[in-house]
């Protein structure tokens, strides 16, 4: 049996070769690492242990690691934010960490602590806060994650982790930054079915993607929208975003029935919408209703929602190749007032009464 682990447990290697800090027009989306990151093992005797705070580096894994084979992984995806007087905000965090071990329940993968998960984030985004930009619209992407390493080439479940907290500084994570983007409705291929992976935050998901990715990118769209992978009807969500349409005066969104993740942000923006009197829908919603929607002109505006991108206005559909234009290509009002009170929220312009903001200190190194 495992003790329970606190902050006290957390042993931490300063590194003697510190990195030069990309300038923020090179802070690209994942592509520049800090200083340090996190790393705690599992094993079936021990249980979480060995906690530690150590220069950012390479792993080394037998090439039997389960998870090269078999894909046991998941990952989360969460910020850190500097507000002009210097402070330093997570935004929401005890969600990621539910979510995680949602993730980890359906891929049999042990729990964490989530009080211990959460003060990990804590400790590594505070020692090497210095990695937070200031610069407006950036910040310091958290990428929480663990994957299967017991050597081993046979089907199921590992008895031993590795849990990795690394950090990178980021600007906008699409090169539309707010205006609205394009996007390809998907019809050939499936990510997700209901009883799957869909609501997981696990890599299986993605690799799934990829595929009808590509293919849009191709043809000059950002992003894919899916549709559900049974009858190809119902819009799922887009490949890195919940997604919304207001029609006829209401936000419709596709309800959490298993095949969709459950963003942090999808429940911010619904809370909001909801406290500003919008009558918010979520349920199964047909690509069908919403052609029909833009030819009579009750299709007002659509937009997705993600920690990455915040909220990201969709310009256009293309679904077969029928162009939907929405709202003149242009952001709406409703996407333009949630980004505004998000990020203002985020970066501590706005007022958080909704208690979503958890303030660190950095750390004496």
């Known amino acids: 049996m495992s003790t329970k682990l606190t902050a006290k447990d957390i042993k931490i290697e300063k590194t003697n070769q510190p990195k030069v800090k990309p300038p923020p027009e090179d802070m690209l989306f994942g592509k520049n690492f800090s200083d340090h990151m996190f790393v705690m093992e599992y094993s079936a005797d021990k249980g979480w242990n060995n906690p530690g705070i150590v220069p950012y580096g390479n792993i080394s894994l037998s090439p039997a690691a389960m998870v090269f084979h078999y894909g046991q992984e998941l990952f989360e995806g969460l910020k850190a934010y500097r507000t002009s007087s210097g402070k330093i905000r997570l935004f929401r965090p005890e969600k990621n960490v539910a979510r995680m071990n949602w993730t980890c329940e359906r891929l049999c993968i042990p729990e964490l602590d989530p009080e211990f998960a959460l003060e990990a984030i804590k400790q590594i985004v505070s020692f090497d806060s210095d990695w937070i930009p200031g610069e407006p619209e950036h910040s310091l992407y958290i990428r929480p994650f663990v994957i299967a390493t017991d050597p081993f080439i046979g089907v199921k479940p590992s008895s031993s982790y590795l849990f990795i907290i690394i950090l990178s500084p980021v600007g906008a994570y699409y090169p539309e930054g707010i205006d609205p983007v394009k996007i390809y409705v998907e019809n050939e291929y499936v990510r997700a079915v209901k009883g799957g992976l869909g609501f997981a935050k696990a890599g299986a998901n993605y690799a799934a993607s990829l595929k009808a990715q590509d293919k849009a ?144 200190q950095p750390a004496k190194k």
Not at 256 to 268: A, C, E
Not at 300 to 323: C, D, H, K, R
Request: aromatic share 8%; no cysteine; hydrophobic share 40%.
């Open 217 to 360: 990118k191709k043809i000059g769209y950002t992003q894919v929208l899916w549709l559900d992978g049974v009858e190809r009807k119902y819009v799922d969500e887009v490949g890195t975003m919940n997604v919304m349409f207001a029609i006829g005066g209401k936000v419709i969104t596709p309800s959490l029935d298993g095949s969709i993740l459950p963003g942090v942000t999808r429940d911010s923006v619904i809370a909001l919408l909801k406290d500003w009197g919008y009558a918010v829908e979520e349920r199964k919603l047909a690509l069908s209703e919403i052609i029909e929607a833009d030819k009579n002109g009750t299709l007002s505006e659509a937009f997705g929602t993600g920690t990455a991108a915040v909220i990201s206005p969709i310009g256009t559909l293309n679904s077969n190749g029928e162009i939907i234009e929405i709202n003149g290509g242009k952001i709406g009002p409703i996407a333009r007032r949630l980004y505004d009170t998000i990020t203002g929220i985020q970066y501590g312009t706005i007022e958080d009464k909704y208690n979503w903001i958890l303030e660190l």
